[in-house]
């Protein structure tokens, strides 16, 4: 069966609310767990569940994604998968840009069509961080006699608001509701005791079904669900299949993370670098682009709950519950805890260091006496001597000339320049 599906992953439209990590890059492009990117995840449990044709499909600031793909997954000459970006475009029928999910997909059937054999289409976001065997889906889907399949995902009232509450019967969804707010809805959408009794463990409060926006389709159920206007999957397709299609229902109960805001991102990548993360690399299969980089270097350093990836130097450095990307450069001390570094793109050579002495600015990496609290420092940038970075005043959401605070998250952007003795 998984020899004649395509797997769609959707990377997404602006991601404003992951900016700045999105101004030069797309969401799926954003760097993860210090030496990953978001789409890796989607990609890999695709791969593990012995999916090999892959399509992507983006329209913002593709560049960096592309790269990556060209640079990762490749398969070899005697192999018929493939990993490939189809970047939104204008054609003779279609003049505009991706409206929204379904949209998205409606406007690149004719390339996902075109290949042989194709039975099943399915459909995963760009930007969530989970583990799944796709095998286990779509046995549930072949065993209920579903047109489609929607991964399910037991959650609490609060998180409810926010995603498509289902509700089931016999194995197959019989009610969707997307991002209900009023309270009275939102308590007859309620599955409390089919919940407990297939997951008998699980946590209090966890009394409705969300989902999680990945979708099995059999492909000519979605061809005709997609043979009209409809923009988005939640908010129209879902809905209106219900209506006259068996939509089976997967229960899955492992982590999940839809890494959407600041805050989420932020809070994901901490878990990675906890004693017990919910999410452990070390336990799951996860694709990315192989580096040859040198082993970390370490001279008097604190080191507690923290991820610190390859080719780092680290001196007189204290890190807590902290994730350290590749080629990151504390060269005389720091103070970081519950913070990101992504690291930097290449190596200053002693050529670079004169001339950024020269220009006044300070290298790429973090400067002596530096404090580091609960932010993010995307890629290639160059933070001075004895600067705070910590929010000091408490804000929520500001918007400085080299840096943002968004969710009380301090973000220096790609590439920043932050110089010596600023405090944030």
């Known amino acids: ?15 404003s609310r992951l900016f700045p990590l999105t101004k030069d890059r797309s ?29 992507i499909l983006t329209q913002f600031n593709s560049a960096s994604l592309n790269q990556h793909i060209n640079q990762t997954y490749r398969f070899d000459n005697f192999h018929d998968g493939f990993v490939d970006i189809l970047a939104a475009e204008q054609t003779m029928e ?20 075109s290949f042989k054999n194709v039975k099943h289409v399915l459909i995963l976001s760009g930007d969530q961080i989970y583990t799944m065997d796709f095998r286990e889906m779509f046995k549930y889907h072949e065993q209920v006699k579903a047109n489609l399949t929607v991964s399910v995902l037991p959650c609490n009232r609060a998180d409810a608001k926010g995603f498509g509450i289902v509700k089931m019967k016999d194995g197959l969804i019989n009610e969707f509701v997307e991002k209900p707010k009023d309270e009275t809805l939102l308590d007859s959408l309620k599955t409390s005791e089919f919940i407990r009794q297939t997951f008998p463990q699980i946590e209090s409060g966890k009394e409705w079904l969300a989902s999680m926006g990945i979708y099995l389709f059999n492909v000519e159920t979605l061809l005709e669900l997609l043979d009209n206007d409809h923009k988005d999957f ?19 109960n492992g982590y999940w993370e839809d890494v959407g805001t600041i805050h989420s991102f932020w809070k994901a990548n901490l878990d990675f670098a906890c004693k017990n993360p919910q999410f452990d ?33 680290l001196n007189k450095t204290r890190l807590k519950e902290t994730v350290i990307g590749i080629r990151t450069i504390v060269p005389n001390g720091a103070d970081i805890e519950k913070s990101i570094i992504m690291g930097a793109d290449d190596y200053e050579s002693p050529e670079d260091r004169k001339a950024n002495k020269a220009k006044g600015i300070p290298d790429i990496g973090i400067g002596a006496g530096t404090v580091i609290r609960n932010s993010i420092i995307d890629k ?12 000091k005043d408490k804000k929520d959401h500001f918007d400085g000339g080299n840096y943002v605070i968004r969710d009380g998250i301090v973000v220096v952007p790609k590439g920043a320049i932050i110089p010596d003795g600023t405090v944030i």
């Open 234 to 252: 939640g908010k129209e397709v879902i809905p209106k299949a219900i209506k006259t299609k068996r939509v089976g229902g997967y229960l899955f």
């Open 380 to 391: 290639n940038a160059r933070i001075g001597k004895n600067c705070f970075i910590t929010n």
């Open 281 to 313: 690399f070390y336990n799951k299969q996860i694709y990315t682009h192989a580096r040859y980089l040198p082993s970390s270097r370490f001279s008097e350093c604190t080191v507690d709950e923290s991820l610190v990836c390859d080719g780092t130097i």
């Open 1 to 15: 069966m998984m020899e004649d599906t395509i797997c769609l992953i959707l990377g997404g439209g602006q991601g």
């Open 94 to 113: 279609n003049a505009d840009w991706y409206q929204g999910t379904a949209d998205a997909v409606r406007k690149t059937i004719k390339h996902f069509t």
């Open 27 to 55: 969401k799926p492009a954003v760097p993860i767990g210090g030496k990953f990117r978001l789409i890796d995840i989607p990609i890999s449990n695709s791969l593990n569940s012995e999916i090999f044709k892959i399509l």
